[in-house]
Each structure stands twice: as structure tokens, then as C-alpha cells.
């Protein structure tokens, strides 16, 4: 009764719109349906009342449940604004400017169901209108289809809008929710797409420590109208260390493979294309966070619209194991998908675990038709590690496996990177191990921790849902330890862009090394992820027990490694670079891949914030490499029109796209100088007879 009496409140303004309707259609009679309901069910309630008064009192409590519900849920709303207003007021009494206002929101504001629907309120969640219009409907914003809530919609009403804009809202759901598939700018709605099939074929190279994964996506439209155009966009979370190598966009029923070039080309050409001239185009872009996003233009209801992109990553070393773990995405749902899964293994492997619905297909070779799973691994006995090298371009690399290199430290500082992760119980242990050291906090200062001030201090930094560590205000790097403990939610370095504190870093992070960072636990907050991707931090992970060994050896890891080496993620491997041209070897070019993209990576680092970090060096190590970097992207045009158009030409020097067909190894120039001498050499053996006729 409640719900249909707000329906037909909410609906007032078009009953004197609905009668002229009717007469020259009749289908807004469908307007009076709530108010004819409440009619209804007031008189049943009215006979049932003159018969038995109870029927009166049950019904009240009926209507009063969800009116005192109505009432709690409009005072919760009142005061998580009100504590928003609170947390602005201190942030202006304090004055710290590094960091926009919506980063103090989101460590201070509680992460729960209401916060989200507050945030969401004018982009996901309808909101009273300031005008009356006829024609307001859902629509589509930050990434999700509008929602009418009556308890948003009445909190609103009665308490106002957020006094936060749109661009901080979409921040705070970024860092707090992990929204950021969800914020990606859209030239064009996704609403009604889906993932209707998903094909994946995985090459792995046991001995290498690595594989390749091809996934070709189906995006189906399921609207009718032939004329409905549709932008699809996909995230990939990639394993720490991998990197994306192919890109390719079926056009007119032929596989067209991505150029690599500069990322403001991509964007370039895509937004030109896409926004003004709605033709066929896909690109793939480079994100923090082991992340890439992927977009396609355009799909239609007239056929299932079809790319595939290709990945290249270090398997996950554990203990005797290797162990392949499934990329996943997010994008068009892909609930109810088909999927066709091919595994490759270069070379036979002892003790192969695979997931159910595997059948062995060939020797080395395993497939599964079925349902789309995203969360599913392999694992197999780790193998000796090969000794064969790839060779490109008057250069080898080689694979080798290396533990992180240690080597002697003693702190002279300890800084506790605090947040709600800690526990009472981490804190006291902690500060047990590093109590005789000089002891520091961020809290908008630095700050000395003593007996005196530490339980107050921690106290109040726990209240944080996160932590945004200053290191570029380390005034003695070098010598200085931070301990952290990360959540999973955060802002990204991206996000920090243009701002005071963004800028200090560009600044100060270029002039000292690498900081040394003790994680307690497995989790990495995005920032620091970013960060120990980029190599401003030297990041090492474990428990109380592995600090207090390591602060008692007075070692830890190694904070500057060779230039000419890179290490892959946590997986234990690194690749050497050589300039020994006479090397040939038979691994795959994979190695050369891997090795570019975490280069350009750790050449990156701390210039990141700067304007000019993309510099041609770079470019061009991408560009032979072939991979998406921070400095580059793949696309497929539609024509080679385009392609001259806006200046993307294919790499003569290049590895071009990765294939699962390809064997890997590419001669050298002076490789193909020999296999043609002896090609003519040999012909000219056969055909000499002849000649001499």
C-alpha cells in the first residue's frame, strides 16, 4: 500500500497530461494503474474494518513498518552529509592543499551500502528533479543504467542533493569502490551489450616460466533496431609483469591486426572516428595497476562483433610449482556465455592439474567446451629452466632464475605507514621490533612516535580506509625503512595528476633511490602497486617473524638493480639484455617482449608525474617490441586510409603482433643473409647442368 501510494504521488504531474492521451491513444491509461491500486485496496481495507476492527490494527502496523523504515533510512542519510560536511570543515581548518578534497573523503568516509548510494545519486540513482519534465527517463551514466530507488529518492527530496560534484563523486566510487571499469569515458552507450561467446587458447612454455593467452571475444547487441551502435568496453587484470602484445578487430569478416603507436595517436584516432564518424575501430590502452581497457566500435544487432586481444605473462612460481592463472575481465556481462578453451604445452610437463571438463585433445594439447568460467588456474611440476636465449635486432635475452638480491642494511629511520588495515595486534608487535629506531608517522606532518603519543596517534591514523604514503618528503631515503599494510581500494597515481602532491613527487622522486618498503601481508594497495611497478619503491611482502629476521640480519632487497636487467613480477625470473650478436638461440620472442615492457617501466619510474617522461627511446623500444606501455597502444583502423591519415605507420623493425601459431624465435638480419645464401647456393648446385647446357 505504502509503495503504490508513493507511486501514485510520483506520478501526479501526468495525470492531466494522460487524459488527452487517451483519447487520441489510450495507452496512458497505464499512468492511473498506482492510483486506481490504492483505491482498491483503501476500500477492501474500509469493509474488511466495518466487519472486524482488527483487520484495522494489522493493517497499520503494516503500513507503519515501512514508514518507520522510510523515517531511519532518511535520518542515516542525513547524517552520513552531515558527516561530510564535517570532514570538509576539518579539511579546510587544516589547510593541506597537496591533496584534493576528495581524497580526504574517501579515507575518512565509511565504505558501506549508504556512502555508495549517497555517491551514486545523480549518476547510477535518480534524484528528484529540479524541473518537472515529461520526458525524463533512465539513461546511461558512469558506466551502469539509471536506477529510481523510492528511499533515494525520498532521502533526497527531503534532505537535498550532495554538495559534492560529479567529478568527485565518480573519484570517491573510483578509490572506494574499485569503480573504475565503470568511469571509463564513453563516447557511446553499452547499455544493451553483452559477451556472447568467449574463445581462449593458451601457449605455455614450461622451461621458459611463461605464457601466451589469446582471448577472441563475441559482443552481441541485443536490441532489434538495425541503426543501434553501440561502444563496448572491456578491462583486463593482467598478473603483475605482463603485457599485452596483440590486438586484432574482425572487419568485414577478415582479421585485422593492430599497429602500434603513441598513446595520443590512439586516442587521437579513435575519438576522432568513433565521435565524429561512427566507423570501425578498436584500440587497447595501457592502466595502472596491471590493468588494460580495450574498446570497440561499433556493435551492432546485425552480427556479434568479434576481436581478440593477446597477452604475455610469467607463470606464478610456488615452491616446485608452476601455476597459469585465467585472465579476467569486466565489460559487457558475459552471464550465460559459451566458451572454447585450447591449452598448448610447448614440452611435457610432470604432474599437470587441470580444472574439470578437460579432455587431452594431442599430446601437449587439452580443450574444454562449455559454460564461460573466469576464475580457474593449472598447475604442473616446475622444470629445469632453459638455457637458449632470443636474439632481435643485434641484442639477446636471456631468462634466468634469481631470487631477489639481498644486500646489507640497517635503517636509521622507521616510518609505520598506518591505516584501517592494522590491527592492535600488528601495531604492538611492530613497534616492539623497532622501538630503539627513531619511529615516524604521516599524519599531515611528519610526527615522532613516543610511549606517550603512540596509542592516541595510531589510533587516530586507523580510522583511515586507506593511506597515500608521502615518500617524496623523505629526506634521507637511503637510509630509511617503511613499514605498510595495504587495503585493496585506493586512488591511483593517475588520479593524483595536477595535483600539489603529484607535483612534489615529479619533483623529489627523480633525485633519490628507491625507497625500501616492508609490506606485511599479500595485499598492495593500487598506489603502491603503481609505485612499485614504476620502481620507486623497492617493495618486499611478508610477516612480523620475516621483518624481524630481516632487521636483525640488517639486509634487505637489493633497491637499485642493473639497468640492463628487468625482474618479472613475483615470479622469481629475470631477463638479462646482451649485445652479443652472435648468439642465436631458439627461445621464444616472448622474452624480448617482457623485458621491453618492464624496462620502459623502471626507465619510466618516478618521471611518471612528469610531462615530458615519453620519450622517443621509449617509443621505440615499444615499437620493436610490439606491446602497450605507458608510452604506447595498439589500434585497428578500419582502412589504410586512416592509418596515413592520422600518421600510425607499421614498424619495419618490429616484432610485430604475437600469434599462438608462431614459433617465436625471428632470424637475425645476418640470419637471413645466410638462409638466402644457401638457398642460392644450393639452387645453383641443382640447376648448374642445366645452366652449362
Not at 72 to 87: D, I
Not at 177 to 194: F, I, P, T, V
Not at 309 to 336: M, R
Not at 483 to 500: F, M, Q, R, V, Y
Request: proline share 5%; charged share 20%.
Amino acid at each position: 500500500m505504502v509503495l503504490w501510494v508513493y507511486y501514485a504521488l510520483y506520478l501526479l504531474p501526468l495525470y492531466l497530461i494522460s487524459v488527452f492521451g487517451t483519447i487520441l491513444l489510450g495507452i496512458s491509461l497505464h499512468t492511473y494503474v498506482p492510483l486506481w491500486l490504492v483505491l482498491s485496496l483503501g476500500f477492501g481495507v474500509k469493509n474488511a474494518a466495518a466487519k472486524d476492527r482488527q483487520y484495522l490494527r494489522s493493517f497499520s502496523c503494516g503500513v507503519a513498518f515501512p514508514l518507520l523504515f522510510a523515517i531511519f533510512y532518511v535520518a542515516l542519510w542525513h547524517f552520513r552529509e552531515q558527516e561530510m560536511t564535517y570532514h570538509n570543515n576539518q579539511y579546510l581548518i587544516e589547510g593541506n592543499q597537496e591533496l584534493p578534497r576528495w581524497v580526504i573523503l574517501s579515507q575518512q568516509l565509511q565504505p558501506d551500502y549508504l556512502t555508495e548510494r549517497i555517491l551514486k545519486t545523480d549518476l547510477v540513482y535518480q534524484v528528484p528533479a529540479d524541473g518537472f519534465s515529461v520526458w525524463e527517463m533512465p539513461e546511461n551514466n558512469f558506466g551502469e543504467i539509471k536506477r529510481h530507488d523510492p528511499l533515494v529518492m525520498l532521502a533526497v527530496f527531503l534532505n537535498g542533493k550532495p554538495k559534492l560534484d560529479r567529478q568527485e563523486k565518480v573519484k570517491l566510487l573510483e578509490s572506494m569502490y574499485d569503480a573504475r571499469h565503470h568511469a571509463e569515458q564513453r563516447l557511446w552507450s553499452g547499455n544493451n551489450l553483452n559477451t556472447s561467446n568467449v574463445v581462449t587458447q593458451v601457449k605455455i612454455y614450461p622451461e621458459y616460466r611463461l605464457s601466451y593467452t589469446e582471448k577472441i571475444l563475441s559482443v552481441h547487441n541485443n536490441l532489434t533496431s538495425s541503426r543501434s551502435q553501440e561502444e563496448a568496453i572491456y578491462t583486463f587484470y593482467l598478473p603483475e609483469g605482463s603485457v599485452v602484445t596483440s590486438l586484432s578487430l574482425w572487419i568485414n569478416g577478415q582479421e585485422e591486426k593492430g599497429y602500434l603507436t603513441t598513446k595520443g595517436k590512439a586516442e587521437t584516432a579513435y575519438n576522432t572516428i568513433v565521435g565524429q564518424e561512427r566507423r570501425d575501430p578498436s584500440v587497447v590502452h595501457w592502466q595502472e595497476g596491471n590493468r588494460v581497457s580495450v574498446r570497440v566500435f561499433p556493435c551492432t544487432p546485425d552480427e556479434d562483433r568479434q576481436f581478440k586481444i593477446g597477452v604475455t605473462s610469467p607463470l606464478k612460481e610456488d615452491n616446485e610449482e608452476l601455476i597459469y592463472e585465467n585472465l579476467y575481465f569486466s565489460g559487457p556481462s558475459a552471464q550465460g556465455a559459451t566458451e572454447s578453451v585450447a591449452l598448448y604445452l610447448e614440452n611435457q610437463v610432470q604432474d599437470l592439474q587441470l580444472p574439470s571438463g578437460y579432455e587431452q585433445m594431442k599430446s601437449s594439447q587439452y580443450q574444454r567446451n562449455g559454460k564461460y568460467e573466469q576464475n580457474w588456474k593449472l598447475s604442473f611440476k616446475k622444470p629445469a629452466l632453459a638455457s637458449s636465449s632470443f636474439s632481435f635486432g643485434g641484442n639477446s635475452y636471456k631468462l634466468a632464475a634469481q631470487p631477489e638480491q639481498m644486500e646489507p642494511f640497517s635503517p636509521a629511520k622507521v616510518f609505520l605507514d598506518v591505516n584501517a588495515s592494522w590491527s592492535d595486534a600488528e601495531l604492538d608487535d611492530v613497534w616492539k621490533l623497532v622501538k630503539h629506531l627513531p619511529v615516524y608517522v604521516w599524519e599531515g606532518e611528519m610526527t615522532q612516535l613516543t610511549p606517550e603519543n603512540k596509542d592516541f596517534v595510531l589510533q587516530s591514523l586507523q580510522k583511515q580506509n586507506f593511506s597515500l604514503f608521502p615518500f617524496q618528503k623523505l629526506k634521507d631515503a637511503e637510509n630509511t625503512l617503511v613499514i605498510s599494510k595495504s587495503t585493496e581500494a585506493s586512488p591511483n597515481l593517475s588520479d593524483l595528476k595536477n595535483t600539489p602532491f603529484a607535483n612534489e613527487m615529479a619533483e623529489k622522486l627523480v633525485l633519490q633511490t628507491p625507497v625500501r618498503v616492508y609490506t606485511l601481508g599479500e595485499t598492495l594497495s593500487p598506489y603502491l602497486k603503481s609505485l612499485r611497478e614504476l620502481k620507486v619503491i623497492a617493495s618486499m611482502k611478508g610477516d612480523n617473524k620475516q621483518l624481524a629476521t630481516l632487521l636483525q640480519q640488517q639486509r634487505f632487497i637489493k633497491a637499485l638493480p642493473e639497468n640492463e636487467v628487468v625482474r618479472l613480477g613475483e615470479s622469481g625470473l629475470t631477463i638479462t639484455k646482451s649485445s652479443d650478436k652472435e648468439t642465436v638461440g631458439n627461445a621464444p620472442d616472448h622474452l624480448m617482449r617482457l623485458f621491453a615492457y618492464n624496462h620502459i617501466l623502471k626507465q619510466v619510474g618516478a618521471r611518471y608525474f612528469c610531462q615530458d617522461f615519453q620519450e622517443e627511446e621509449l617509443i621505440q623500444e615499444a615499437e620493436q617490441a610490439n606491446i602497450v606501455s605507458p608510452v604506447s597502444s595498439l589500434i585497428v583502423l578500419e582502412t589504410q586510409a586512416d592509418y596515413e591519415r592520422f600518421d600510425i605507420q607499421k614498424s619495419k623493425d618490429s616484432l610485430g603482433n604475437a600469434s599462438i601459431k608462431s614459433s617465436g624465435a625471428v632470424p637475425e638480419p645476418a640470419e637471413w643473409a645466410l638462409i638466402i645464401l644457401a638457398i642460392l647456393t644450393v639452387a645453383f648446385i641443382t640447376l648448374k647442368p642445366y645452366i652449362l647446357r
